[in-house]
């Protein structure tokens, strides 16, 4: 018999009634322009319209909320991209605590000054989110701080399952686009999910170069990878050697993975603002890149994600208008 997941459907359950009130349950709406290119319908789930711009809010607030008030007393530390340091600053904030976030130098400028402007610590640490972990196990082993992992935690990944329950519960047979870096929110939504409707599948979508869970799922095992720059830059970053949680739940839940160019995912941003008027960031884009670049079969309807706006605006418009040098093609 398989061992049991480490994540439940009551987990994820658990995990909505701590939140209500804390985090938002973001619209979901019909795309005409992609429904028509796809043949079925195809509705896009705006989590970008989070409190703090992506769905990393609902993992950060539960695993806040979960901890004693001793441990809030100690402080809260995590290794980010950039989207979960802002959801834990904002979390930790709400919650009177205070929040450290170490980032490398490849997260971009505005995600930094925006957790900064939440009253964070900031430690920017090396070329790679590995470097980034090495100072958080620092402040933990010699400051005491409690770390909340961006992705691999039960209860980060219970509260990033809470979009899942959303979409199982407005559209319960879609078929759903995830993006996927270390697989906190495909894990969670997958469970969520499966949990409800176990014959409903869910597709993870991530870049096409330093694809850390993809590389590791094909290995069978936890593996590391060069971290590269990309317009999906939150999808950045390694699933760790020692992974707990995210890797077990991706291999038993996931359908597929499906790997995106980085000219695929500037086309996925430039019709997310020009047909859906929706401002989305390159790891936000996936699912509208894929559905673009023919990579998704269906015969029935269509969930996409978008999970973050928190890009920078002048690569935003950069990539809009068609200037933006793609990363290892004709660019940096």
């Known amino acids: 018999m398989a061992s049991p997941l480490p994540v439940s459907l ?14 938002l349950c973001t619209p979901m709406v019909q795309s005409a322009s992609l429904g028509e290119l796809a043949g079925v319908p195809v509705h896009l789930k705006l989590e970008h319209h989070q409190t703090t711009g992506s769905f990393k809010l609902r993992g950060a607030t539960n695993a806040v909320l ?50 900064r402007r ?12 590995d470097e980034a972990q090495l100072e958080v196990d620092r402040l933990v082993r010699e400051e005491g701080l409690v770390m909340v ?11 990033q399952g809470t979009l899942g329950l959303e979409i199982i519960d407005a559209l319960p047979e879609a078929i759903v686009l995830v993006p996927l870096s270390g697989g906190g929110l495909a894990a969670g939504v997958a469970a969520a ?31 590391q990878v060069d971290e590269v720059p990309s317009l999906a ?11 707990r949680v995210t890797f077990a739940m991706c291999r038993e839940l996931l359908d597929d993975v499906i790997l995106l160019t980085e000219a695929e995912i500037a086309a996925g941003m430039r ?8 401002i989305v960031e390159g790891a936000g884009a996936v699912g509208i890149a894929a559905l673009l670049a023919g990579k ?27 200037t933006q040098p793609l990363y290892g093609e004709d660019g940096p």
């Open 10 to 23: 009551e987990d994820i359950r658990a995990a909505t009634r701590r939140i209500a009130g804390r985090v």
């Open 296 to 322: 998704i079969v269906a015969n029935g309807p269509i969930v996409a994600i978008l999970s973050g706006q928190n890009v920078d605006m002048e690569q935003h418009l950069r990539v809009i208008n068609g």
């Open 193 to 223: 999910v499966k949990g409800v409707s176990p014959t409903t599948k869910v597709i993870g979508l991530t870049m096409e170069k330093g694809a850390a869970m993809k590389a590791s799922l094909d290995a069978g095992r936890p593996v």
């Open 149 to 159: 992992p961006p992705f691999d935690h039960p209860d980060v990944v219970a509260g």
């Open 118 to 129: 939440l009253g964070a610590d900031v430690h920017i640490v090396g070329l790679s989110q």
């Open 233 to 243: 830059d939150s999808l950045g970053g390694g699933i760790g050697l020692d992974n």
């Open 271 to 278: 019709h997310a603002y020009a047909c859906e008027r929706q």
């Open 66 to 115: 979960s901890l004693s008030p001793a441990e809030r007393s100690r402080g809260v530390v995590a290794a980010s991209t950039g989207n979960h340091g802002r959801a834990l600053a904002y979390a930790a904030k709400a919650e009177g605590a205070v929040a450290t976030i170490c980032m490398s130098r490849l997260v971009p400028e505005n995600k930094v000054s925006e957790i």
